[in-house]
């Protein structure tokens, strides 16, 4: 061990920039499994790496510029992202939310500091300029629910922009009057600097930025611009006595109308910061960070305890007060304290601007123990935020309408499947499903697409894809189904396919599981565990262990509060036609409310399919299911995507319950609709594009279990 203690910390550059990038691709994979946001991950990964915990690196000049960077891209990102067309059309509730919001956390925050912990004014001031502001860690769950245009979100995501506003401003004013000598001169010089500056923004960079988009198409061009607006705005900022982050900010928020948020420009904006600065200045922010001081003693409990009751207290308040004040429900006021309670981006950024300002020679205004407590307090604030989001979402939809939507969206029917072929095997009775589902009275062609690797073998993988195709293309015309072909390359077959089914328009994606297991053993394979993270719309896995024609009867396993979703009838209307098509019965199994409803629409829509309907308590009562599924049965599986409404815990055992009690079996598999769209171009360093097949509290329970019965 002392031997190699003697090559740590590395200071080699490139040895530096590898660990780094090591840091960044693992942590996530990790914290996945832990199940831990990743924004959190990579803070305890700088924490772990850094000289205070396993003293592999050290905090050299690259993480000062890297981080300082990073730095301004949360905030430069926080003003791009923000949805303005919300904001204007509730401006005075938005107002009076976002002062409460600004307000309530940091006066209860200022007192607590000086009375409780009796810190100085200007540490009290600063640690209530972090806990009234906040940052919409939970966002990404309003989006799988659809709420988008809630007015409680609206609300949240306006009163979130203007609190960090005013939070950065009063920052920006403690470090003025920190510098210099104050007096009634100072504060009008300095209040005319800043509005000076934010009057040359306004006129300036809008015009700047029409002359150039308009006149130059170049995507790296594009870049280069919008990067070079935002360090110029930060350097005008620091120039008029403004901390740099209020110029990136407002840069952001002024180029936000002119970068569309499903434009490449703003995927390429986003990926390079969520790919390399973001997470640098994170695992900087963890490097700073003293292992040892943490929980050493009940003081330390105590700090923490008082920071995280009375800034989560304050957000409370002004949500619900707010909420009673604008006559919303109950649900609302969750979603607005969900929302708004959140510290992350903003938090950090305040606090590593304090631990630049010196009070005495050597001392700083943030000291460890506030570094550590405002640390804490953001992991603890994040797992409260996502909690009581995804509790109000749920209510939210509960309570709403979403039938009536759900039936509205059947009028006009957008059906276009995209059906991808991989298998020679598999891929014919994957085309009769297809045929089988479609709806005959559009008179709608079928997408057959077949996605190869980009790689040595190309040519050769794609003339046996279109040699499939083909064979398909003279099965379908024997239904006078029409078949558009293509074989794409893609060096990632999830990400072809996603592709393909945008340039489609598509509906829905049918698709076999993969059969060779002895080259992925995994349930899901290699890509559609991404491909239905990555889509909003209907995937459907199949897997036929005989004809179609053959089958006798269809056993659908639904969860509670299905029927909320989106995409409910959908899969209702295809798994009908199926039954029709083939003359055999359809058996429902699940709660009460979901069945009611199917009965209903199969009674109007379908009245000729042979239905029958049986009571399911829990998921659990899927080996007693599986004990009634014959040979020329087909087992379908309605599930749902992580974050919506109808999912359960439940649903993370079902690879392993499918392969225990359903092997050999005609199984179907439906990922309903959800809302959003793109969600894969929608990047955000708090959505992780990645997601683990299972936890690892599922491998800890397997292990425990396979001990105890080795007992």
Known sequence: MTFLATYFPITDPTLIFFVVLLTILFAPIIMGKLRIPHIIGMV??????????????????????????????????????????????????????????????????????????NYSPQASFLLGCIMASNTLIAYPIVGRYGLQRDSSVMLSVGASMLSLFLSLVMLAALVASHEENTNVWFWLFFLLKFCGFIAACILIIPRLTRYFLRRYSDQVMQFIFVLS???????ASEAAGVEGIVGAFISGLILNRYIPHVSPLMN????????????????????????????????????????????????????????????????????????TSA????????????????????????????????????????????????????????KGNSQQLSASSQKNDDEKILLCVKYPEIAPQLLELAIMVRNQKLNRGLVALNVV????????????????????EQQASASEVKIQK???????????????????????????????????????????QSLYNGLNRQIILSRFVQPLNTLRRIQVVVPSRAEFEPGFHRWLERLSRLAENLDCRIQFHGRNESLELIREFINNLHHGVRAEYTFMAHWNELPQIAETI?????????TARKGTISYKNALERLPNELMKHFAGKNLMIIFPDQYGEHKDERMTFTEAQHQEESSIYDYILRKLERFRRSI
Not at 453 to 472: C, H, I, M, Q, V
Not at 630 to 638: A, G, P, R, T
């Open 343 to 398: 510290h992350a981006a903003g938090g950090i950024a305040i606090v590593m601007v304090g631990m630049r300002l010196e009070v005495t020679p050597g001392t700083y205004l943030i000291n460890d123990e506030i570094l550590n407590g405002v640390v804490i307090m953001i992991l603890v604030t994040c797992v409260i935020s996502s909690l009581m989001t995804a509790h109000a979402a749920q209510q939210i939809v509960l």
């Open 486 to 528: 293509q074989v794409r390359l893609a060096t990632n077959i999830a990400n072809g396919i996603k592709h393909a089914f945008r340039e489609y328009s598509g509906s829905e994606i049918i698709m076999g599981m993969h059969v060779h297991t002895e080259v992925n053993p995994k349930f899901w394979g290699d890509f559609i």
């Open 44 to 117: 305890l990964a700088g924490m772990l790496i850094g000289k205070y915990g396993l003293n592999i690196l050290e905090r050299d000049s690259s993480f000062e510029l890297f981080g300082r960077v990073g730095l301004l891209y949360i905030m430069f990102l926080a003003g791009l992202e923000m949805d303005l067309e919300s904001v204007k059309k509730s401006s005075k509730r938005i107002l009076i939310f976002g002062l409460l919001s600004f307000l309530i956390p940091f006066v209860l925050t200022f007192v607590m500091a000086s009375w409780l912990l």
């Open 630 to 638: 014959k040979e020329d049965h087909l087992f379908v599986v309605i």
């Open 229 to 235: 607006v935002m360090f110029l705005s930060a350097a």
């Open 453 to 472: 690797y980009d790689d040595s073998n190309a040519p050769a993988n794609r003339e046996k894809g279109l040699r499939l195709l083909e064979r398909l």
């Open 268 to 339: 390429r904006i986003e990926f390079i910061g969520n790919a390399l600065f973001i997470p640098y200045f994170l695992i900087g922010v963890g490097m700073l960070i003293r292992i040892s001081s943490l929980f050493t003693s009940w003081h330390m409990v105590w700090i923490v305890a008082l920071i995280v009751f009375f800034g989560t207290f304050g957000k409370a308040v002004a949500a619900y007060v707010s909420s009673l004040l604008f006559r919303l429900p109950k649900s609302a006021g969750h979603m607005m304290f969900g929302l």
